[in-house]
């Protein structure tokens, strides 16, 4: 069985396990678009650091996932980075979760 084999068994039979591995999965796709973004845009993370008004080792530990950054700073880094964000409600009876959706401005 392979990892994702075995995200999806988790997902299907384990309703605790789906909720943290859809969060983490959701954690991460912001984190990537953060770094694809980034480094499409030719920024370092000190640059970026300087533009949203944090330190770089903000950016290094939020990029690393070391830790979870409060909502404005997510929107401050986002915006600096031509990035927006949609979040639209679950609709139970069809997916039970919510979908997220990163896109460039």
Known sequence: M???EYKNHVKKTDPVGKEI???AEAEASIISAIIQQRAALGLSQRDLAAL???PQSSVARIE???T???LDTVLKIFKHLGLTFTVTPADSH???KSALTIAQL
């Open 68 to 70: 979870t950054p409060r």
């Open 94 to 96: 069809k997916t039970g």
């Open 2 to 4: 392979n990892w994702n």
């Open 64 to 66: 690393s996932n070391k």
């Open 52 to 54: 949203c008004k944090i």
């Open 21 to 23: 591995l859809e969060e």
